[in-house]
Antibody, heavy 123, light 113 residues
Framework: QVQLQESGPGLVKPSQTLSLTCTVS??????????WSWIRQPAGKGLEWIGR???????NYNPSLKSRVTISVDTSKNQFSLKLSSVTAADTAVYYC???????????????WGQGTMVTVSS | QSVLTQPPSVSGAPGQRVTISCTGS?????????VHWYQQLPGTAPKLLIY???NRPSGVPDRFSGSKSGTSASLAITGLQAEDEADYYC?????????????FGTGTKVTVL
């Protein structure tokens, strides 16, 4: 059974770069049937999609965050990563990694999620 | 900046039926993109509840059902149980002049009275 696990610093200073990694276990990140995504949720608020990456390295980002986001993949480690630059307090949130199927009829659904990791932006 | 609108809260007594609406527009649900639903229990990650508008993943009780029409979708919970108390989110895909991305609803808190 595929599982996702986020890891990275829980505290980042303003103006610095937030870096997180998602490790995929129980399956290969190189499967051609999925995108791999990052989603975040500020405390008490809703979900916001950040971006996605395909095994080939092709990426798509939320237009509202595009200028600050980089998502990369390391197939040898079965991991994908998120970098968010120039962070402010508004970037404080729980960050989730998730798998997105491209196979109908579940295409476009986030079918597997990591447990989430809290990232606080503060000096 | 959610583009899918849900009621903030709904409530019902055990055994009752509740519905949650998800209203979008011509650039997302109305464009034909599928709607998916998630259940988020307190302190946990969201869990896929309904995919492709009306399909349940294995293990999801048939008390949960989804539908889509025009620019809106709905999630129904019949035979409401205490364990259904959670936040629920709809999700779809949006494509407009400003770009394309996955979008989530504003979220609905279900309270079991």
């Amino acid at each position: 059974q595929v599982q996702l696990q986020e890891s990275g610093p829980g505290l980042v200073k303003p103006s610095q770069t937030l870096s997180l990694t998602c490790t995929v276990s129980g399956g290969s990140i190189s499967s051609g049937s999925y995108y791999w995504s990052w989603i975040r949720q500020p405390a008490g608020k809703g979900l916001e999609w950040i971006g996605r990456i395909y095994t080939s390295g092709s990426t798509n980002y939320n237009p509202s965050l595009k200028s600050r986001v980089t998502i990369s993949v390391d197939t040898s480690k079965n991991q994908f990563s998120l970098k968010l630059s120039s962070v402010t307090a508004a970037d404080t949130a729980v960050y989730y990694c998730a798998r997105v199927s491209i196979v109908v009829p579940i295409a476009g659904a986030f079918d597997i999620w990591g447990q989430g990791t809290m990232v606080t932006v503060s000096s | 900046q959610s583009v899918l609108t849900q009621p903030p809260s709904v409530s019902g007594a055990p055994g009752q039926r509740v519905t949650i609406s998800c209203t979008g527009s011509s650039s997302n649900i109305g464009a034909g993109y599928d709607v998916h639903w998630y259940q988020q229990l307190p302190g946990t990650a969201p869990k896929l509840l309904i995919y492709g508008n009306s399909n349940r993943p294995s293990g999801v009780p048939d008390r949960f059902s989804g539908s889509k029409s025009g620019t809106s979708a709905s999630l129904a919970i019949t035979g409401l149980q205490a364990e259904d108390e959670a936040d629920y989110y709809c999700q779809s895909y949006d494509s407009s002049l400003s770009g394309s991305n996955y979008v989530f609803g504003t979220g609905t808190k279900v309270t079991v009275l």
